[in-house]
C-alpha cells in the first residue's frame, strides 16, 4: 500500500549526506522546489557530529577538513550559518620506536626532515612545488563536468568534445616536464612516486599515508599515487594543502549548509528511508519510502553511493542489462575501521613525553613508521582481516575545540587502515569488532603507555558497521574506489560522467562522481549545474 503526498516537487534528493545538501541548496537557490530525503534522523551523512559517550561528541565518521571546495563555502555563506574552520597548529606527528620522531609542517619541516636525512630536506621544497603545479590542474577541475562518452551523431559529441579541448589546452600550458609530472601522478604508485623524492622512511610514511588512506591496497599499487594528490588539492582559509578542524566537528559542516538550503526554500525530511525509485513510463517520477509513502518530483537525485542505488533502489527490470552487469563491478570497500574514544587525559608519548596539550597533540598523529609497514598491514589483511601491525591515525580535535569534551577531558578520532572490507575467513565483523578495537588502542598505547587507561568510553565502527550507519558499501569511504578507472570520465561509468543516471529524469550527486570521496561539496554543486541546465533548457518541466 503507498500514499503519495500531497506535494509535489522539481527535485527529490534521496540523502541528506553533505552532497546532497549542496545539490539541494544550489537547486533551491536556482528557484526550484527541493525535497532532501533522509533516513537516518540527522543530516550530514558522513559529516557528523554525535554524543556518542554522555558528555563527549565527535566527528564520528569523518574528521578533519581540507578539500572542502571554497567557492562552495562563499555561494551557500557557510561562514553566515555558523562555519568557522581553524587550523591544526602541526600537520603530523610521527612516533617511532627506536625514541626518535617526526614532525610535520610550519616552519620546523625541513629541520625535522633533516634529523633523518639532509638529502631529503633539500629536496621538500622541489617537492612541494612539483606536487603544487599538479594539484593546481586537479583544482581546476573539480568543479567542471568531465568529458562524457556518448552515443548518438557528431551533434551530440560535440559539446563532449568541445570539453575534450579545454582540458587539452589547460594540459599545453604545462611545461613538458610538468605534463611527465602529471602522468606519473595519475598512474604510478605513492611508493615509487616518493622514492623517486626522498630516502628516509618517516618523511615517506608521513606523505605516503595520503596514499592509502580509504585506499585499500598497498602504497607500492599502481594508481596509489592519485590517492595521495587527492588528498592535496584543498585549503583551510586560503592556505592550500592544509588540513583544519571545524569547530564543532564536521556536524557543524553539514548544520551550515541544511540552513542554507532551507533558507532557499528546500525542504529537508528526516527518518525518510528510501526504498525504491519510482520510474513511469521510463522516467524517474519519485521516490518510494521504507513505509510506502511516495514523494512524487520531476527529477530524483541520488546522494548514495552509486552501487546501492542501482543495485538496491531502482528495479533491475527498467535498467539496460549491460549498464546493471557493470555498475556490478564497480569496486567499493575501503580497509578502514573507525574510533572514537573519551579520554581522561591526554596521551603521553614516550618519545616526547608530556600531558599537557602540545602542537603535537593538535596533529594527525600517524602511527605507520615507513611505506614497507603500510604494505606489510595491506598483506596481512589480505590474508588474514587484518594487521597485527595495524595502521592507525589518531586525532584529538578537542586540543582545538574544547566544546567537545568537558572541561579536562578529551575526544580522539582513530582512523585504521588496511583492514579487509569483508573477512577472509568468512567470520563477521561483528564477532571480531572489540577484538580488534583493543588492538588499536594497544597500537596507540605502545607509544603513549596511558592511553588505554584514559580512554573512558569508546565507539568503533568497523567496515560493516560503516555500511550499517551511514549506508557506505563495504565501508567505502568514498563511495567506490578512486582507482583510475573509476574517475573523471568514468566515475561511476564511462557514459554516466554528467551526474545523469540511465534513466530519464535520474541524476546522480554523491562521491560516487566526480570528484570523487572526500567533504569536497563538489559532485553536489556540479550536479546541481546540471540539474537545473535540464530544467532551463526544458528537457524537465517544473512541477
Ligand atoms: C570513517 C570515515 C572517515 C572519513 N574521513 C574524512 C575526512 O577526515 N575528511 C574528508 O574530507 N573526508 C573524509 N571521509 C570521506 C567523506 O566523509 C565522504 O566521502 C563524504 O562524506 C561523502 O559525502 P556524500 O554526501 O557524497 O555521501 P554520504 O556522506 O555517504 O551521504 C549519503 C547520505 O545518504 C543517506 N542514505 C543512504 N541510504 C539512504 C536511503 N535508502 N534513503 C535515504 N537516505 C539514505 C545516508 O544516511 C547519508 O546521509 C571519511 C569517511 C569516513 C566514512
Same mark, same amino acid.
Given at each position: 500500500m503507498t500514499a503519495t503526498t500531497g506535494a509535489s516537487y522539481d527535485v527529490a534528493i534521496i540523502g541528506g549526506g553533505h552532497n546532497g545538501l549542496v545539490c539541494a541548496a544550489y537547486a533551491a537557490m536556482a528557484g526550484l522546489k527541493v525535497a532532501v530525503l533522509e533516513r537516518?534522523?540527522?543530516?550530514?551523512?558522513? $559529516?557528523v557530529t554525535e554524543e %556518542? %559517550?554522555?558528555g563527549f561528541r565527535n566527528?564520528?565518521?569523518?574528521?578533519t577538513v581540507s578539500l572542502l571546495n571554497p567557492k562552495v563555502v562563499r555561494d551557500l555563506d557557510l561562514a553566515g550559518h555558523g562555519l568557522k574552520i581553524v587550523e591544526r597548529e602541526l600537520a603530523n606527528f610521527l612516533p617511532l620506536a627506536d625514541g626518535r620522531y617526526l614532525k610535520v609542517g610550519g616552519e620546523h619541516t625541513r629541520q625535522e626532515v633533516a634529523k633523518f636525512s639532509s638529502r631529503d630536506a633539500e629536496r621538500l621544497d622541489g617537492y612541494h612545488a612539483r606536487l603544487q603545479t599538479v594539484t593546481d590542474v586537479l583544482r581546476e577541475l573539480v568543479l567542471t563536468t568531465p568529458p562524457n562518452m556518448v552515443e548518438g551523431g557528431a551533434l551530440a559529441a560535440l559539446s563532449e568534445l568541445l570539453k575534450t579541448g579545454r582540458l587539452a589546452n589547460r594540459m599545453r600550458r604545462l611545461a613538458p616536464d610538468e605534463r611527465r609530472e602529471l602522468l606519473e601522478l595519475f598512474t604510478a604508485s605513492a611508493g615509487d612516486y616518493l622514492d623517486g623524492w626522498f630516502d628516509s622512511a618517516p618523511i615517506k610514511a608521513a606523505y605516503g599515508f595520503d596514499g592509502i588512506v580509504g585506499h585499500y591496497?598497498?602504497?607500492?599499487?599502481?594508481?596509489?599515487a592519485y590517492v595521495l594528490l587527492h588528498h592535496c588539492f584543498g585549503e583551510v582559509n586560503g592556505r592550500k594543502g592544509v588540513w583544519g578542524h571545524a569547530i564543532g566537528g564536521m556536524g557543524a559542516i553539514t548544520q551550515a549548509m541544511a540552513k542554507a538550503a532551507a533558507a532557499h526554500g528546500a525542504d529537508i525530511r528526516l527518518g525518510f528511508a528510501a526504498r525504491e525509485v519510482v520510474v513511469e513510463n521510463g522516467r524517474a517520477t519519485g521516490v518510494a519510502s521504507a513505509t510506502g509513502e511516495v514523494v512524487r518530483a520531476r527529477a530524483v537525485v541520488a546522494n548514495v553511493n552509486p552501487k546501492l542505488l542501482y543495485r538496491d533502489?531502482?528495479?533491475? $527490470?527498467?535498467? !539496460?542489462a549491460g549498464f546493471r552487469e557493470r555498475i556490478a563491478r564497480y569496486r567499493c570497500g575501503s580497509g578502514t575501521f573507525r574510533m572514537n574514544v573519551a579520554l581522561a587525559e591526554l596521551p603521553d608519548f614516550t618519545v616526547l613525553p608530556g600531558r599537557?596539550?602540545?602542537g603535537h597533540h593538535t596533529a594527525g598523529i600517524? +602511527?605507520?613508521?615507513s611505506l614497507a609497514y603500510m604494505e606489510q598491514a595491506y598483506f596481512d589483511a589480505r590474508a588474514s582481516?587484518?594487521?597485527?601491525r595495524p595502521i592507525v591515525e589518531l586525532v584529538i580535535p578537542s586540543t582545538l575545540? !574544547?566544546?567537545?569534551? !568537558?572541561?579536562?577531558r578529551h575526544v580522539a578520532s582513530l582512523f585504521c587502515q588496511?583492514?579487509?572490507? &569483508?573477512l577472509p575467513d568468512g567470520s563477521s565483523w561483528d564477532d571480531q569488532r572489540e577484538r580488534v578495537a583493543d588492538l588499536m588502542i594497544a597500537t596507540v598505547d605502545a607509544h603513549a603507555p596511558n592511553f588505554s587507561r584514559a580512554v573512558l568510553g569508546r565507539q568503533i565502527f568497523t567496515p560493516l558497521d560503516l555500511e550499517r550507519t551511514f549506508g557506505l558499501v563495504g565501508g567505502d569511504i568514498f563511495h567506490g574506489a578512486l582507482d583510475l578507472g573509476q574517475? %573523471?570520465?568514468?566515475?561511476?561509468m564511462l557514459g554516466y560522467?554528467?551526474?545523469?543516471?540511465? +534513466?530519464?529524469g535520474l541524476y546522480m550527486c554523491g562521491?560516487? &562522481?566526480?570528484?570523487?570521496?572526500?567533504? &569536497?561539496?563538489a559532485p553536489g554543486h556540479n550536479a546541481a549545474r546540471e540539474l537545473v541546465r535540464d530544467f532551463r533548457r526544458g528537457r524537465l518541466r517544473r512541477a
Open positions: 537516518r534522523d540527522v543530516v550530514g551523512g558522513a $559529516a %556518542f %559517550f554522555p566527528s564520528v565518521a569523518a574528521y591496497a598497498s602504497p607500492y599499487a599502481a594508481g596509489s533502489l531502482i528495479d533491475a $527490470a527498467v535498467l !539496460p599537557e596539550r602540545a600517524i +602511527i605507520a613508521p582481516g587484518w594487521s597485527r575545540d !574544547p566544546s567537545l569534551a !568537558p572541561p579536562g588496511h583492514v579487509a572490507p &569483508t574517475l %573523471f570520465s568514468a566515475r561511476p560522467a554528467s551526474y545523469r543516471g540511465p +534513466i530519464a562521491a560516487g &562522481t566526480h570528484p570523487g570521496g572526500g567533504v &569536497t561539496g
